[in-house]
């Protein structure tokens, strides 16, 4: 057997760059940044026209904040159980892990059905007005979002389910955990924007 060969059989398979040192951290970062530049200005828009417009704002008065409230409690709940699946991983715990990303993705998808039931109701539409373009198109990225971390949280599922992670090659998990913090995140200025900031403006 060649020596190259003796030594493969002697070494575990390299790890490679892990966590915060790995190419697809600091990958995932460049996009955070991006698409935080992006919600900044939209909202930036959404602010600098609420205060040039002579219409109600918003126009059919001020928006109910119990569903919305009760929304972003059940996002805020699946961001923590996703980090609940990144630590069992590290630890070892991989059916605890699974149980984990599975409740963060029925708490995702909660938020989506809720999000579509509460624009199934609203008065006006993308094409209305501009406070309804506005509402729309702000959250419609938003839902982009969550759709895409949704798909991530359902790969990382799999691949967890595979026993592809363990306490040392858990990069991936950590990388798509980052990414749906973001989402949830984002939601807060959402939400502070669109559903609390006409009570303190009024």
Same mark, same amino acid.
Request: net charge neutral; charged share 10%.
């Given at each position: 057997m060649?020596? %190259?060969?003796q030594l493969s059989q002697r070494q575990p398979l390299p790890v490679g760059s892990a966590g915060k040192l790995s190419t697809g951290w600091w990958g995932i970062l460049a996009l955070i940044v991006t698409e935080a530049s992006l919600f900044g200005y939209l909202l930036f828009a959404y602010?600098?026209?609420?205060?040039?417009?002579?219409q109600s704002w918003p126009p059919e008065g001020l928006p109910a904040l119990l569903v919305p409230t009760v929304n972003?409690?059940?996002l805020l709940a699946s961001s923590a159980a996703v980090w609940a699946a990144e630590r069992y991983v590290r630890q070892g715990r991989r059916q605890s892990s699974i149980s984990g990303l599975?409740? %963060?993705?029925?708490l995702g998808s909660s938020f989506v059905v809720i999000q579509l039931l509460e624009w199934r109701d609203k008065s006006y539409d993308i094409t209305s007005d501009l406070y309804g373009s506005l509402y729309f198109t702000?959250?419609?990225f938003h839902m982009c979002h969550v759709v895409i971390g949704l798909a991530i949280l359902m790969l990382l599922l799999v691949w967890t389910l595979l026993g592809y992670f363990d306490g040392?090659?858990?990069?991936a998990i950590t990388i798509g955990g980052a990414y749906w913090h973001f989402v949830d995140i984002v939601w807060l200025f959402?939400?502070?924007a669109l559903?609390?900031?006409?009570?303190?403006i009024k």
């Open positions: 060649s020596e %190259a060969g602010f600098y026209l609420a205060s040039q417009t002579e972003t409690a059940i599975v409740a %963060a993705i029925a702000i959250t419609g040392r090659r858990h990069a959402v939400f502070s559903y609390v900031s006409p009570y303190l």
